[in-house]
């Protein structure tokens, strides 16, 4: 049984809208399901987090962990969903892996992701800016 | 003892680029760090929004010029898994080389730049007088000593000369036979003992913790390295 099944068998009711292709797994979950899925990933199955990406869509904003399983090389990506863009909020990672700590302060400081429980939620690379930039990767940023 | 803060940057003659680091000492000791790293954020994603996949190669190139094929490789490997396509054996195999001797004169670099840091230039001018020939060869292959230009959609920009490979294989094994040297040589030197033993210690735990990757995680006991955990190109099928 390949690590694949493994997890979605064990998963089937808190994951929707898998795509599994190339030794990349990618599927969604909901915030309040995101530690319980990251926590078995790090700390049963032994994965690194690889980093994280964030997406502003029409109607949504994404982020997207990748967690890879060395020994198989293959990657687990939960995807979070939040509906809320004017002030998008999900849970931290970072209680469970120390190394989300600044790619979750990245998010925040280009998309204005607000993370939960984070220790230090500062901006990482626009920290003193002399623009000011705002969330400059949204749609709705303002041009500096 | 009292701490005191030692600001670092962002413009100093130490740093190679831009970075600023905010030190908290117990006399001699570092105790904490706190940095802002920002300094040369250039937007590269954003950019690329803009750009086509052809120039998006060359941006990408341009993001580190010490590691200039592996941000292509990945971004010409990204655009090749979106369209499905198969790129030949052999400029699988080319684009191994020329990554792997990006590798190899990228750590002779960081083995230079450490010694010198650390004020112990022979070991600088040893790790560059080594780093020289893996230039060469570079130059030899692509036409370039850095930036290379050779990452294409489908490809390689250039083969590499059937007459040029003598000259390369015996670079290499000379460079092979320095590098046992400078290890043996590293690994005994009681200056370099004295100086790094002991100092900002990445255990296990902490490895583990943050993510560390390759040579850092191998060195607090992790194993990992990517070329066999998640092989690309010429790596999953070696000669």
Redesign the interface.
């Given at each position: 049984m390949s690590k694949v099944d493994e997890f979605r068998d064990k998963f089937k009711d808190i994951i929707s809208q898998e795509i599994d292709k190339?030794?990349r797994y990618y599927f969604n979950v909901r915030n309040e399901d995101l530690r319980t899925v990251v926590r078995y990933l790090f700390e049963e199955m032994g994965c690194?987090?690889?980093t994280a990406t964030g997406t502003e869509m029409e109607d949504h904003i994404q982020v997207l962990y990748h967690f890879?399983h060395?020994?198989s090389?293959q990657y687990f990506c939960p995807r979070v969903v939040v509906k809320n863009k004017d002030n998008p909020q999900i849970n931290s990672i970072v209680p469970i892996?120390?190394?989300a700590k600044w790619i979750e302060r990245e998010l925040f400081d280009f998309w204005g992701i607000k993370f939960k429980d984070h220790p230090d939620m500062r901006?990482?690379?626009?920290?003193?800016?002399p623009a000011k930039l705002d969330k400059?990767?949204r749609f709705d940023k303002e041009d500096v | 003892m009292t701490k005191n803060r030692i600001p670092l940057g962002p413009f100093h003659p130490l740093l190679e680029e831009a970075e600023y680091f905010e030190l908290q000492v117990e006399g001699e000791t570092v105790v904490d760090l706190d940095m802002e790293i920002g300094w040369m954020h250039r937007g590269h994603e954003y950019i690329s929004e803009q750009k086509n996949f052809t120039q998006s190669i060359y941006l990408v190139e341009r993001i580190c010029g010490i590691c200039s094929t592996s941000h292509p490789i990945a971004c010409v490997r990204a655009i090749e898994d979106v369209d499905n396509v198969e790129i030949p054996v052999r400029a699988k195999y080319i684009r191994s080389l020329v990554g792997e001797l990006e590798r190899i004169h990228s750590h002779l670099l960081w083995l230079g730049l450490a010694g010198h840091f650390i004020g112990y230039d022979t070991v600088w001018m040893w790790a560059w007088k080594y780093r020289e020939p893996v230039l060469e060869m570079m130059e030899l292959i692509s036409g370039n000593r850095n930036h290379y230009g050779m990452m294409r959609v489908g490809g390689v920009a250039k083969d590499v000369k059937p007459a040029d490979i003598p000259d390369l294989v015996d670079k290499l094994d000379m460079i092979d036979k320095k590098m046992e040297m400078i290890a043996k040589v590293a690994n005994d030197d009681p200056v370099l003992k004295a100086r790094l033993k002991g100092v900002g210690v990445l255990t296990h735990e902490q490895a583990i913790n943050y993510c560390a990757t390759g040579p850092t995680s191998r060195a607090s006991g992790v194993p990992g390295d990517v070329r066999r955990d998640d092989p690309h190109e010429s790596q999953s099928s070696p000669l």
């Amino acid at each position: 049984m390949s690590k694949v099944d493994e997890f979605r068998d064990k998963f089937k009711d808190i994951i929707s809208q898998e795509i599994d292709k190339k030794g990349r797994y990618y599927f969604n979950v909901r915030n309040e399901d995101l530690r319980t899925v990251v926590r078995y990933l790090f700390e049963e199955m032994g994965c690194r987090l690889s980093t994280a990406t964030g997406t502003e869509m029409e109607d949504h904003i994404q982020v997207l962990y990748h967690f890879s399983h060395d020994p198989s090389g293959q990657y687990f990506c939960p995807r979070v969903v939040v509906k809320n863009k004017d002030n998008p909020q999900i849970n931290s990672i970072v209680p469970i892996v120390m190394g989300a700590k600044w790619i979750e302060r990245e998010l925040f400081d280009f998309w204005g992701i607000k993370f939960k429980d984070h220790p230090d939620m500062r901006r990482l690379l626009a920290l003193n800016h002399p623009a000011k930039l705002d969330k400059p990767m949204r749609f709705d940023k303002e041009d500096v | 003892m009292t701490k005191n803060r030692i600001p670092l940057g962002p413009f100093h003659p130490l740093l190679e680029e831009a970075e600023y680091f905010e030190l908290q000492v117990e006399g001699e000791t570092v105790v904490d760090l706190d940095m802002e790293i920002g300094w040369m954020h250039r937007g590269h994603e954003y950019i690329s929004e803009q750009k086509n996949f052809t120039q998006s190669i060359y941006l990408v190139e341009r993001i580190c010029g010490i590691c200039s094929t592996s941000h292509p490789i990945a971004c010409v490997r990204a655009i090749e898994d979106v369209d499905n396509v198969e790129i030949p054996v052999r400029a699988k195999y080319i684009r191994s080389l020329v990554g792997e001797l990006e590798r190899i004169h990228s750590h002779l670099l960081w083995l230079g730049l450490a010694g010198h840091f650390i004020g112990y230039d022979t070991v600088w001018m040893w790790a560059w007088k080594y780093r020289e020939p893996v230039l060469e060869m570079m130059e030899l292959i692509s036409g370039n000593r850095n930036h290379y230009g050779m990452m294409r959609v489908g490809g390689v920009a250039k083969d590499v000369k059937p007459a040029d490979i003598p000259d390369l294989v015996d670079k290499l094994d000379m460079i092979d036979k320095k590098m046992e040297m400078i290890a043996k040589v590293a690994n005994d030197d009681p200056v370099l003992k004295a100086r790094l033993k002991g100092v900002g210690v990445l255990t296990h735990e902490q490895a583990i913790n943050y993510c560390a990757t390759g040579p850092t995680s191998r060195a607090s006991g992790v194993p990992g390295d990517v070329r066999r955990d998640d092989p690309h190109e010429s790596q999953s099928s070696p000669l």
